[in-house]
C-alpha cells in the first residue's frame, strides 16, 4: 500500500473561507500531484512539482495554490473558497512520471456552502 | 489540448467472461499508456502500462496498443465481481508538462 497521506478526508465550510489541504508521502519521491475530480468525471491535474521549491499549474485552471517546501508535503491552499470549488481533490506521487506509476492519496472531498 | 476519450459505460459483462475495455487518444506522439482501476468512493490505481505496439499481459489482464490508430484497450479474462470499478486509460500529459492526461474512465459491472 503507498504511503501517501491526505487530510482532512472530508470538509464542509462556508463560502469566504481559507482552507488548507495537506498531503504528504514516506517514500520520497520528489515528483507529486494535485488532481481533480468530480463526480463521474476524469481526472484534471491542477498543480504539479518536479521537487523542492518547484511548483507548476496543470491543465486546469485553478483558483488554488501549493507550495513545495520539503520533499515530502505538498499542501493545497485556497484563500476564499466558493461553491464552484466543491469536488475530490487527489493528491499522488510518482518516483518517475515516465512509468506512469502515480501513488494517491485517499482524497479530500471539499464542499463548499 | 491532449484528449483521451472512453467510452463511460456502464459496461456489463457475466462473471467468467472476457471484458473488454476501449479507450482512444488524440497525440501521435504518446509512447506509453496506463490503465488504472479505480473502485467507488476511492483512489485510482495502476494495474497495467504499454509501451509498445502489440499485447502485454499480466494474469487476467492483456493491455493491448495499436499506435497507427491510437488505440489502446484493456481485455479482463475470467471476469469476477470484484473486478467491478471505473477503469481509467491514462496517457502523459507532454507539451512539457509532467503527469497525466486520464479519461473519464469506463465504469464496469461483472454480474454474478
Known amino acids: 500500500e503507498a504511503d501517501i497521506y491526505q487530510t482532512p478526508r472530508y470538509l464542509v465550510i462556508g463560502t469566504g473561507k481559507k482552507i488548507t489541504l495537506e498531503c504528504s508521502q514516506t517514500m520520497g519521491h520528489d515528483k507529486m500531484y494535485w488532481y481533480q475530480q468530480d463526480p463521474g468525471m476524469e481526472l484534471h491535474l491542477i498543480h504539479y512539482?518536479?521537487?523542492?521549491?518547484?511548483?507548476e499549474k496543470g491543465d486546469l485552471s485553478s483558483e488554488s495554490t501549493v507550495s513545495r517546501i520539503r520533499t515530502e508535503h505538498f499542501p493545497l491552499t485556497l484563500e476564499s473558497a466558493r461553491p464552484s470549488h466543491t469536488s475530490q481533490y487527489l493528491c499522488?506521487?510518482?518516483?518517475?512520471?515516465?512509468?506512469?506509476?502515480?501513488?494517491f492519496g485517499e482524497g479530500s472531498r471539499l464542499t463548499v456552502l | 489540448q491532449k484528449e483521451v476519450e472512453q467510452n463511460s459505460g456502464p459496461l456489463s459483462v457475466p462473471e467468467g467472461a472476457i471484458a473488454s475495455l476501449n479507450c482512444t487518444y488524440s497525440d501521435r506522439g504518446s509512447q506509453s499508456f496506463f490503465w488504472y482501476r479505480q473502485y467507488s468512493g476511492k483512489s485510482p490505481e495502476l494495474i497495467m502500462s504499454i509501451y509498445s505496439n502489440g499485447d502485454k499481459e499480466d494474469g487476467r489482464f492483456t493491455a493491448q496498443l495499436n499506435k497507427a490508430s491510437q488505440y489502446v484497450s484493456l481485455l479482463i479474462r475470467d471476469s469476477q465481481p470484484s473486478d467491478s470499478a471505473t477503469y481509467l486509460c491514462a496517457g502523459p500529459t507532454g507539451g512539457g508538462a509532467d503527469g497525466l492526461t486520464f479519461g473519464k474512465g469506463t465504469h464496469l459491472i461483472i454480474q454474478p
Open positions: 499522488a506521487s510518482s518516483e518517475s512520471a515516465d512509468t506512469g506509476e502515480l501513488f
Open positions: 512539482s518536479y521537487g523542492v521549491n518547484s511548483t
